[in-house]
């Protein structure tokens, strides 16, 4: 029980991942402009923070719930 997580922190935890999922898609928005000539940078940048931007969206938030899942009573 001495490793239970305090409701605080679990909230906290929450937050961040909420926070990188919106941080993501705004990534992917801006990724999206860019390819499309929208805002002027090279193709390439846009496509590399598309990819970033997804990862950020799928990957990012099961990497840390994974992370700090709480162990088995």
Known sequence: ???RVSDEE???RWLVISALRVAGV????VGLLI????IPEPAWAG???LAVGLADVFFVPLLLARKWRSPPE
């Not at 705004?26 to 928005?29: E, F």
């Open 1 to 3: 029980m001495a490793n």
């Open 10 to 12: 679990a909230r906290n």
């Open 26 to 29: 705004a990534m992917v928005l």
């Open 35 to 38: 390819v499309r000539q929208v």
């Open 47 to 49: 496509y590399t923070i």
